[in-house]
């Protein structure tokens, strides 16, 4: 029996995507998991995978369609199975086709009275995959001058970075001269469609939820060494990362005040039964959270390894729908730019999230001697909806007894 497909849902604020690209043809077969089609949201270029397997019976969208979350996109089935379902944006694209009639009916003057638009978007006609597009925009590469290396000619990632890599595309630094004046040139850059999805989600978090901060500072000894032991073990690949271990920490906390590990939606708090813990990535043009799934009930090395694959595909630009869906508590670190504290904005519809900050070896007064010692503080923002500063605190408490005893997530 035929089973549809559907534009997923990436987030619970996302209402649309862009299909860019069919990665399965009508008539290809297919297997469950495969990747079915590329898709374009604010955060991301997003491969979907068919749920079915068997044969593509039907695209039911074109390429460059923007479709609805939730609405059909393609059907897959047995060989020789009919299936005819309608476009969920027949309306739209009916639109398309008039806008088209139009301008190759209408007379040159009518059609734009600006000289430099009469002639088409040359970047539109160029081939190039959605990633190597987002990044030529973000860094001004003009395709155009670009040879393609991938299938057909086309312009793919590698393409445009080495193009920003060979060509100094950087203003000339000014030398100061007391007795000269530099003068600089505005520049007006367009916000990416992430940095814009950034703005909308943190404006409306910290106009609508009431923030307030706990701040902790952990002994951070023990954990280093254990670290340093395991990573004696692994190969280059495999090896732990400070933050692997606080993830486990924070979901093993998490399990002890699920108030925190929550939502709230009018008059209801929704205690999630998982935990699971969303990590921001950066990415080019913003960021991006990606989510390890149950993760009070896995290893570090298990961690480490979904965090290190997430990450990749975010920064490829080639995440999966189920990296970044379905977080339940989310964590920022800025530990590798020798940061001693700040503070995170909470991810709606989360309840908290925990800013991170690096582990550093400083001067610390223990028995009345001052010595050296790794210290770390951490700052967790949580919803005074949800809960209050005793309960954070001792959120806090607890986290410090499994990073100061790192051999309790271990047993």
């Known amino acids: 029996m035929a089973e549809t497909i559907s534009m997923p849902k990436l987030g619970f604020d996302m209402a649309e995507g862009t299909l860019v690209r069919w990665v399965k043809q009508v008539g290809d077969n297919i297997n469950k998991g495969d990747v079915l089609a590329e898709i374009e949201t604010d955060k991301a270029t997003v491969e979907v995978e068919s749920s079915a397997s068997g044969v593509v019976l039907q695209h039911i969208v074109e390429q460059g369609t923007v479709v609805p979350v939730n609405a059909p996109i393609a059907v897959v089935g047995a060989a020789g199975e009919k299936v005819d379902v309608a476009s969920p944006v027949v309306e739209s694209g009916k639109k398309k086709e008039e806008t088209k009639a139009e301008e190759k009916t209408a007379p040159p003057s009518q059609v734009t009275s600006d000289p430099v638009s009469s002639t088409p978007d040359s970047s539109s006609m ?16 003009n395709l155009a001058s670009l040879q393609g290396s991938g299938p057909n000619g086309r312009i793919v990632k590698k393409d445009v970075e080495s193009a920003l890599t060979t060509a100094d595309r950087r203003p000339q630094t000014a030398v100061y001269s007391p007795s000269s004046t530099v003068s600089y040139e505005n520049q007006i850059i367009p916000t990416t469609k992430l940095r814009q999805a950034i703005g909308r989600r943190l404006v409306e978090s910290k106009q609508t939820v009431p923030h307030f901060y706990v701040t902790h500072e952990f002994k951070m000894e023990a954990l280093m060494d254990m670290r340093k032991q395991i990573n004696a073990y692994l190969p280059d690949n495999e090896k732990v990362s400070v933050n692997d271990f606080i993830l486990k920490a924070v979901a093993l906390s998490l399990r002890q005040f699920p108030n925190l590990n929550a939502t709230i939606k009018g008059n209801e708090i929704t205690q999630f039964g998982d935990v699971n813990v969303g990590v921001a990535v950066t990415v080019p043009g913003g960021l991006m959270t990606v989510v390890v799934k149950n993760t009070d009930q896995k290893s570090l090395r298990q961690i480490s390894g979904e965090v290190k694959a997430m990450a990749g595909r975010a920064r490829e630009g080639k995440v999966k729908p189920d990296d970044v869906d379905g977080s339940t508590f989310s964590t920022s670190n800025l530990g590798m730019y020798d940061v001693e504290d700040f503070i995170a904005i909470i991810n709606p519809p989360e309840a908290a999230i925990l800013a991170i900050s690096s582990a550093r070896e400083v001067p610390v007064v223990e028995n009345g001697q001052i010595k050296a010692g790794w210290r770390m503080k951490a700052t967790i923002s949580v919803d005074h909806r949800v809960s209050d500063g ?10 410090a007894e499994f990073l100061e005893n790192p051999v309790r997530m271990l047993v």
Do not use: G, T, Y
């Open 126 to 141: 160029i081939k190039a995959s959605p990633l190597a597009k987002k990044i030529a925009k973000d860094n001004n590469v």
């Open 390 to 399: 005793a309960e954070a605190a001792q959120f806090m408490q607890k986290l």
